[in-house]
């Protein structure tokens, strides 16, 4: 019997430099060859192969893969039996939760999804959107699309699109409007059930979804440490947020302590000329590579 592997499945397309970051960070360093779709990685227990996301659950479900990132709506798409072990926010490709919206032009006729019954719809997402409107009661005629979508319903070839979006730009830049959300994505890290059954790939996933998680929450954070005079640390407190509460140490020999805790790199800018204000000195801020919580 050979080394047991966990087979990890990586989404090829506009995910996939973002998805080999998140990895680094999270502790794992990933090589890709641009002669083959077996990336390398530097953990014998896991084998990698790059998949695009639209085909990720079904070989998740097939057990070709045990692990692997892809859409939620790719997962509803192919009604895939996969377990969704975690959500995975990362990349402006991925930051925002997208949408499958109902597009037409804007003098167009349809107001509502009511007002598509025996029209033409052109998509990417075909099984899911037959099945939205089916379970509405709304005939429409579904059909595949290569790309260019929003340019099927410009040219008049069909009466309204389902898109993908984050911010709607695109569909308004081509002269449509959003009519109606149909659902709600995004990234998905989901296991096949059996893989999850066994004991030794079950805690490889598990390792991998606490560290992948870890590093999504550092993402936006920073380390800030401080030197505070003792008769200053209250005043310094009402400054510092923390998760729990600030590490303190004091200093050797001395009446000042040092004082540690973690920010959002956002609120970074306001917070250190208050803490300076408050009599905090000697300030560092330093960058975190992974924040893992007890959930």
Request: with cysteine; charged share 25%; glycine share 6%.
């Amino acid at each position: 019997m050979g080394e047991k592997k966990l087979k990890l499945g990586l989404p090829k397309g506009s995910l996939e430099n973002s998805t080999l970051e998140l990895f680094r960070r999270a502790g794992w360093e990933i090589t890709l060859s641009s002669r083959n779709y077996f990336p390398t990685i530097d953990d014998p227990d896991i084998s990698c192969s790059l998949v695009r996301a639209q085909e990720m659950a079904r070989y998740l479900e097939a057990g070709v893969l045990d692990l692997g990132l892809t859409g939620y709506d790719w997962i509803l798409e192919n009604q895939s039996k996969v377990e969704i072990v975690s959500d995975l926010v990362y990349s402006k490709a991925s930051a925002r939760k997208a949408r499958w919206v109902l597009a037409v032009p804007m003098n167009s006729p349809i107001r509502s999804i009511e007002d598509c019954a025996g029209k033409r719809i052109s998509t990417e997402l075909v099984a899911f959107t037959r099945r939205y409107f089916a379970e509405r009661n709304i005939p429409v005629e579904v059909e595949f699309s290569w790309g260019a979508t929003e340019a099927k319903v410009v040219e008049e070839l069909v009466d309204a699109i389902v898109e993908v979006t984050e911010t709607g730009s695109t569909i308004k830049a081509h002269g449509l409007e959003i009519i109606h959300t149909l659902l709600e994505t995004n990234t998905k890290l989901a296991a096949n059930p059996e893989s999850l059954r066994d004991p030794w790939k079950k805690r490889k996933i598990d390792q991998i979804a606490l560290l992948l998680k870890g590093a999504l929450n550092a993402e936006k954070m920073v380390g800030l440490k401080m030197n505070v005079p003792e008769d200053c640390i209250g005043a310094v407190m009402q400054v510092l947020p923390s998760l729990t509460s600030p590490t303190m140490a004091r200093l050797y020999n001395s009446s000042w302590v040092s004082m540690e805790s973690v920010v959002s790199q956002q609120t970074v800018r306001e917070i250190i000329p208050r803490l300076i204000a408050a009599g905090a000195d000697g300030i560092i801020e330093y960058p975190l590579n992974k924040m893992v919580m007890r959930e």
